[in-house]
């Protein structure tokens, strides 16, 4: 098992010292249909959108955070996903599985977005070898979401 490292001033050196997670690019069919859901379910806002070679893109971010984004590529055309209803079976689907998002409580945003009608693939339960508390939700495309939040928080 590989140990973990943690940023130091001695990284600053590396050639990638200044690289910073920015955005994830999820591929969906609709425009329309998905600003609205990521707007209306998870209180995302449009930052911009612009048609390039015969898709939409837009770049999305949270409601109170611009630092990182979901980057729609919009259009038809786009291939099938699988649909998981048991998070364990996603395990085997290959390439990018989920993006993750640290709240302050689950449960309460587990609540919420069943309130809102989102689709909850694994509900709340703790993972106490990571630290932490975690549940997974899933777009109308398939695209799975990790809610996530520190045991040490929880407790």
Known sequence: MTTPSTPST???SYPFASWKIDHA???????DAAVAWYTKKLNFHLKRSLPVAGLTFALLSSAADDRFGIELLAGPGEGSRATYKDLHASYKMPGWHHVGFRVESVDRAIDELRRRGVAIIAEPQDVTVMGLRVAFIADP??????????LSDWL
């Open 25 to 31: 690019a999820i591929r969906v069919p609709d425009f």
């Open 141 to 150: 495309w398939d695209n799975i979401f990790e809610i996530t939040q520190s």
């Open 10 to 12: 001695a990284n600053a």
